[in-house]
C-alpha cells in the first residue's frame, strides 16, 4: 500500500497522547516486572526492541521463587475457578424469564451454550486466558484479542504489559486498541502479502532473511473522525496495520470489524483510571523485604559454613587444607599464629529463617493462594461445592467480589458476545425459534467461583431456615411466615440450577389444585364409606330392649 505522511502524523498524534498517560505506571509495572514476572512485560524495555525473541537472564533481583509461584497458583485458580475448560461456567438464558419455559427456547439455548463451549475448548482459548490472568495479577491490567479463525472459529492472543495502549469509554469498555510489537520479515510477508510490504522489507525477504525483526504497529479504534483515511469502511470498528520507522507510514492493511475484538480488564481499577493497580504491586514492599533477607540469610550462613579465615605469613606459600577435617602443618617459629576466623558471625539464622517464613506465607495470602491451594488440596474423589468454597473462606471470596464482578463485565461478557457474533455470522449456531425473534439474550455464569459468591449472600437464608426448623418444634405457627417456594428459587439460582429442573409457577399452582382436588376426592369418598358402614352396623343390630339403636332413635324405652 502507498505510504501516507499525513496519517503518519494523526497516527503519531495519538500514541503521544497515550504514551504520557502510560508512563506515569511504567517505575510501577518496570519493578514488577524485576520482581515477580522478569519474562514479561516487553516492551517497557527500549519499547520492546531488546527482549524480543532473547533469553537474556533477566532474575538478578530475584532472591527466592515463592512470589512468582504464589502469582502462578492465582493465575491458575482464576483459571480453574472462572474459566475452568473441565466444566461449564456459563450458560446463555433469555433476558425474558417468562421464555425459560417454553420448551423450544431451553433447546436452543441449551443447544447455542453447548456449541459456544466446544468452540473454547478446540480453540486456543484457555491457554490464551491462563497468560492473560499472570498479566492481571501481576501489572493489573491485561488484554486479549478474539479474532475469526476458519479452522477453530476463533483463534485468540494475550498481550503483555509495555507492548499495548488502551482506550475506554465512560462504561470502561474497551474502544481503542494501540499495539507496538516485533515480528518477523516471513510472518509480515506471510500475513500481509509482499505486495503490501515496504521496499526494504521485500528486498530481505528475497535475501532470504525471513527471521529478521520488523517493528509492526496496530491500531484497532472506533470508526469515527479521529483519523482521517480516505477507506471508507461501514463499519463500527477500524483496524490499521503499519511498519513503523518509515519516514512516512508504511500502511501494510486497512480493515474493520464488527465489534471491538480486543478485551481489556483490570484488577482494581480507581475511579475512571484506564489502568490499575494489581496484587503485585501490593505485595512488592513484602517481596523486596524477603529478597532483602533471603540474600542476607544466604550470606550468612555461608559465612558461618565457610568464613573468612586469617593466616600466619609464614603459611603464604604453603598448602592448606580446607576439606572438612583437614590439617595443615607448618613451622611456627613464636608459637603463635595458625588458621583461625577473622572474625565470629553471630547472625541468628533461627530468627532469620522464621521471619522468611512469615514474608512468604503473608505473600502467598496476599496472593490469594490459601483459597486457590484449598481447591487443588482435597482428596481426588472429593468434588468440592460452591457451598463449601463459600462456608471456609467467605472472607476471601467478598474480598475476591469485586474483581470478579469486573471480569465478568471487562472479560467474559464481551468475550462471549465476540464468539456469539462469530459464530452466528459463519452459520455455526442453530436457527433460533420463532419465540426469540427481536428478543435479548442474557449471560449467566455458573462457574464455581461464580456461584460460591452467590452463596455468600445465600449463607444467611440457610442459617435462617435452619433457626425456623428449630423453633418450629415448639412453635409450628411460625412456618406460616415462610414463603418456601420463593426460597427454593433464590438457593436454586445461587446453586446455578437449570431453569428446566424447576417447573414453572403456573405448572406448580395447576399439579396443586389436581393434588387438592383428588385429595378432597378421597376424603368425601372415605367420609361416604364411614357413612354406609355405619349405616350397615346399625342395621344389623337387634331393636328394642334398650338396644343403641332404640337409644339413638331416642325410643322410648320398653
Not at 212 to 227: F, M, P, T
Request: with cysteine.
Amino acid at each position: 500500500m502507498k505510504p501516507n505522511a499525513e496519517l503518519k502524523k494523526q497516527i503519531d498524534a495519538r500514541w503521544s497522547e497515550l504514551d504520557k498517560q502510560f508512563s506515569t505506571w511504567e517505575q510501577h509495572y518496570m519493578e514488577v516486572k524485576q520482581n515477580v514476572l522478569p519474562w514479561n512485560g516487553r516492551g517497557l524495555d527500549h519499547q520492546g526492541t531488546y527482549e524480543y525473541n532473547r533469553g537474556d537472564k533477566k532474575q538478578q533481583k530475584i532472591f527466592d521463587s515463592v512470589p512468582s509461584r504464589a502469582l502462578g497458583v492465582l493465575a491458575s485458580g482464576m483459571q480453574s475457578g472462572l474459566t475452568s475448560p473441565a466444566r461449564p461456567w456459563f450458560i446463555i438464558k433469555p433476558s425474558n424469564p417468562d421464555l425459560n419455559d417454553v420448551y423450544t427456547v431451553k433447546k436452543y439455548v441449551d443447544e447455542v451454550t453447548r456449541r459456544m463451549l466446544t468452540v473454547f475448548g478446540k480453540s486456543n482459548l484457555y491457554n490464551s486466558l491462563h497468560q492473560l490472568y499472570i498479566e492481571l495479577a501481576g501489572f493489573g491490567t491485561a488484554s486479549m484479542a478474539v479474532q475469526q479463525d476458519f479452522n477453530d472459529i476463533i483463534r485468540c492472543r494475550t498481550f503483555t504489559t509495555g507492548e499495548f495502549r488502551l482506550i475506554l469509554d465512560h462504561h470502561g469498555r474497551v474502544t481503542g486498541f494501540y499495539r507496538k510489537y516485533n515480528s518477523t520479515i516471513g510472518q509480515v510477508v506471510e500475513q500481509f502479502g509482499k505486495e503490501n510490504c515496504s521496499e526494504a522489507v521485500v528486498k530481505a525477504y528475497d535475501l532470504g532473511k525471513l527471521e529478521d525483526a520488523v517493528r509492526i504497529g496496530h491500531i484497532i479504534e472506533k470508526n469515527d473522525s479521529r483519523i482521517k483515511i480516505k477507506e471508507i469502511l461501514n463499519r463500527p470498528f477500524r483496524s490499521i496495520y503499519y511498519e513503523i520507522g518509515k519516514e512516512n507510514l508504511g500502511l501494510l492493511e486497512i480493515s474493520g470489524y464488527e465489534e471491538m475484538p480486543v478485551m481489556g480488564c483490570r484488577w482494581n481499577p480507581v475511579a475512571n483510571d484506564t489502568y490499575s493497580t494489581s496484587p503485585s504491586m501490593d505485595m512488592l514492599p513484602d517481596i523486596k523485604t524477603l529478597y532483602k533477607l533471603v540474600k542476607k540469610y544466604l550470606i550468612a550462613t555461608d559465612k558461618v559454613i565457610d568464613p573468612p579465615l586469617k593466616a600466619s605469613s609464614s603459611l603464604r606459600k604453603s598448602m592448606i587444607n580446607l576439606i572438612p577435617g583437614g590439617v595443615t602443618f607448618y613451622n611456627d617459629m613464636n608459637g603463635s599464629g595458625g588458621l583461625e576466623p577473622l572474625y565470629n558471625v553471630n547472625f541468628d539464622l533461627n530468627a532469620a529463617q522464621a521471619k522468611i517464613l512469615d514474608l512468604r506465607q503473608s505473600i502467598s495470602q496476599g496472593y490469594y493462594n490459601d483459597l486457590f491451594l484449598m481447591l487443588a488440596g482435597l482428596p481426588p474423589n472429593h468434588q468440592m461445592t460452591a457451598t463449601e468454597v463459600a462456608q471456609r473462606h467467605e472472607e476471601k471470596l467478598m474480598m475476591l467480589g469485586t474483581v470478579i464482578h469486573r471480569l465478568h463485565s471487562e472479560l467474559l461478557n464481551p468475550l462471549i458476545d465476540r464468539t456469539y457474533n462469530i459464530m452466528y455470522r459463519m452459520g455455526a449456531l442453530p436457527e433460533a425459534p420463532v419465540e426469540l425473534q427481536g428478543a435479548d439474550l442474557k449471560i449467566e455464569y455458573i462457574s464455581i467461583l461464580a456461584q460460591a459468591q452467590k452463596m455468600v449472600g445465600i449463607t444467611g437464608m440457610e442459617r435462617f431456615l435452619g433457626f425456623a426448623g428449630n423453633i418450629s418444634s415448639v412453635f409450628p405457627e411460625v412456618l406460616d411466615k415462610i414463603n418456601p417456594d420463593e426460597a427454593l428459587d433464590e438457593y436454586a439460582d445461587a446453586q446455578g440450577v437449570a431453569a428446566s429442573v424447576l417447573r414453572p409457577d403456573e405448572e406448580v399452582q395447576a399439579i396443586r389444585e389436581q393434588r387438592r382436588l383428588q385429595q378432597e376426592q378421597q376424603a368425601n369418598a372415605e367420609a361416604a364409606l364411614a357413612v354406609a358402614d355405619g349405616a350397615k352396623t346399625l342395621s344389623e343390630t337387634p331393636v328394642g330392649n334398650n338396644s343403641a339403636l332404640d337409644m339413638l332413635m331416642n325410643r322410648p324405652q320398653q
